[in-house]
């Protein structure tokens, strides 16, 4: 089992940048895939990002070319660059494991003002 937490969401105006970090309980050198999704209000969470454990990523195509991930398996960290941002990346980012099962963190906010 593991547990994430993910941290840096908040408030920022429409072009600004955050940086949304998930720290895991245990070791993520062996989770062959992590990643984070989001939730708008009244929409369905969706895929943001992915990485796995060769450090190959993906991405929706709504973040292609404005969000970086990226994992510290040394810190156990899973972290999301996101520049450019626009209001329609408002909504809950959750951080998601894939072992067996899939693990989730409890969220963390992302509001982007125009």
């Known amino acids: 089992q593991v547990q994430l937490v993910e941290s840096g969401g908040g408030l920022v105006q429409a072009g600004g940048s955050l940086r949304l970090s998930c720290a895991a309980s245990?070791?993520?050198?062996?989770?062959?895939?992590m990643g984070w999704y989001r939730q708008a209000p009244g929409k369905q969470r969706e895929f943001v990002a992915r990485i796995t454990k060769n450090s190959s990523t993906n991405y929706a195509d709504s973040a292609k070319g404005r969000f970086t991930i990226s994992r510290d398996n040394a810190k156990n960290t899973v972290d999301l660059q996101m520049n450019s941002l626009k209001p329609e990346d408002t909504g809950v980012y959750y951080c998601?494991?894939?072992?067996?099962?899939?693990?989730w963190g409890q969220g963390t906010q992302v509001t982007v003002s125009s």
């Open positions: 998601h494991a894939q072992l067996l099962v899939a693990y």
């Open positions: 245990a070791s993520i050198s062996s989770i062959w895939s």
